[in-house]
C-alpha cells in the first residue's frame, strides 16, 4: 500500500523567503503525487500534480514541485512567501489499480510572518 | 470549472441522531469520495463509489454508510451520531482515466466541507 510523511506539522517563513515543504512517498509501483492547498474553513484546492511526465511541475500561485525517484520525494517549494500564502498544505499519492484512492499526508501549515 | 457542493456547511446533531450529508457535483464525474478530516490526522478516505449504486469501504468506514442513486449526488450517512463522528467531512470527485497500465483517477476536486459536531 502506498503511504505519505509529511516532514514538519507547522512551517513558518518570513515574507519574501524560500517556501520549502516537505513530502516522502512509499508507493511499490510508479505514484501519481499531488500538492492540495486548504484556506481557512474552505475544501481543498489542487496546487500541482505529478503523473510521470516532467520531474519539474509548475502549479498555480507560484509554486513547484520536483519528483525524486532515488529520494522518493515530491517537496513543494516557492521562491518567496507572501501573506496569502498562509494555509494548510497537503500531499496525497495515488497508484495505478490502488483502488484509484487518494492517499493524504497528515499536513503542513505554514504561516507566513512580516 | 468543476462545482462540488455539500449541502450544509456547519451542523450540529446529537448522539444517537440518524445524520445524513449530501454531496453534489456537476461535471459527471464517475466518482466520488467521503473523507473525514481531523487535525493531526490528515484526511481519512471514508467510502467511495465508482458508479451509480456501487460503493466500495475506505480506510474508516466503521459508523458510515453511503447512498448513490444518481450519478450526481453521494450521500454520507451516520446512522447513529456519536461524539466521536464529530469532524470536517469533505466530499470529491474525479473522472476516471484510461491509462496503458490501468484505470486511474484524475485530479480530485473537493467540496466546501461541512463540518458536524455531535453533542
Known amino acids: 500500500a502506498q503511504s505519505v510523511t509529511q516532514l514538519g506539522s507547522h512551517v513558518s517563513v518570513s515574507e519574501g523567503a524560500l517556501v520549502l515543504l516537505r513530502c516522502n512517498y512509499s508507493s511499490s509501483v510508479p505514484p501519481y503525487l499531488f500538492w492540495y492547498v486548504q484556506y481557512p474553513n474552505q475544501g481543498l484546492q489542487l496546487l500541482l500534480k505529478?503523473?510521470?511526465?516532467?520531474?519539474l511541475v509548475k502549479g498555480i500561485n507560484g509554486f513547484e514541485a520536483e519528483f525524486k525517484k532515488s529520494e522518493t520525494s515530491f517537496h513543494l517549494t516557492k521562491p518567496s512567501a507572501h501573506m496569502s500564502d498562509a494555509a494548510e498544505y497537503f500531499c496525497a499519492v495515488s497508484v495505478t489499480g490502488g483502488g484509484n484512492k487518494l492517499t493524504f499526508g497528515t499536513g503542513t501549515q505554514l504561516k507566513v510572518e512580516l | 470549472d468543476v462545482k462540488v457542493t455539500q449541502s450544509s456547511r456547519y451542523l450540529v446533531k446529537r448522539t444517537g441522531e440518524k445524520v445524513f450529508l449530501e454531496c453534489v457535483q456537476d461535471m459527471d464525474h464517475e466518482n466520488m469520495f467521503w473523507y473525514r478530516q481531523d487535525p493531526g490526522l490528515g484526511l481519512r478516505l471514508i467510502y467511495f463509489s465508482y458508479d451509480v449504486k456501487m460503493k466500495e469501504k475506505g480506510d474508516i468506514p466503521e459508523g458510515y454508510s453511503v447512498s448513490r442513486e444518481k450519478k450526481e449526488r453521494f450521500s454520507l450517512i451516520l446512522e447513529s451520531a456519536s461524539t466521536n463522528q464529530t469532524s470536517m467531512y469533505l466530499c470529491?470527485?474525479?473522472?476516471?482515466?484510461?491509462?496503458?497500465?490501468?484505470?486511474?483517477?484524475?485530479?480530485?476536486?473537493f467540496g466546501p466541507g461541512t463540518r458536524l459536531t455531535v453533542l
Open positions: 470529491a470527485s474525479s473522472l476516471s482515466i484510461v491509462l496503458a497500465s490501468g484505470t486511474s483517477t484524475d485530479t480530485q476536486y
Open positions: 505529478y503523473t510521470s511526465a516532467a520531474t
